[in-house]
Nanobody, 112 residues
Framework: QVQLVESGGGSVQAGGSLRLSCAAS????????MGWYRQAPGKQRELVAV???????NYVDSVKGRFTISRDKAKNTVYLQMNSLKPEDTAVYYC??????WGQGTQVTVSS
């Protein structure tokens, strides 16, 4: 069984930074892409960043230049470094191992 566990969420002031981690356990297919999604109250879940097995990263326009996704293959862990946070970044952030597995999410709150 594959399990994804997010950590690193919390509350910060606008302009601050957080680093989210997603640790994967179980039988992991390292060739699969991993991604970070977020969902704010009353809004649909959106893809924030994705990283391929080869390390190619893509981002939603609203976070380009501020967020960085990375992966540590040896630790089966994916990270999301979030800088220059804005109140509109407030959401529950979810880790995904494509296509079949999701983490439970970690709350990020950015105060103005």
């Amino acid at each position: 069984q594959v399990q994804l566990v997010e950590s690193g969420g919390g509350s910060v002031q606008a302009g601050g930074s957080l680093r989210l981690s997603c640790a994967a356990s179980g039988s992991i297919f390292s060739t699969n892409s991993m991604g970070w999604y977020r969902q704010a109250p009353g809004k649909q879940r959106e893809l924030v960043a994705v990283i391929s097995s080869g390390g190619t990263a893509n981002y939603v326009d609203s976070v380009k230049g501020r967020f960085t996704i990375s992966r540590d293959k040896a630790k089966n862990t994916v990270y999301l470094q979030m800088n220059s946070l804005k109140p509109e970044d407030t959401a529950v952030y979810y880790c995904r191992l494509f296509r079949d597995y999701w983490g439970q999410g970690t709350q990020v709150t950015v105060s103005s």
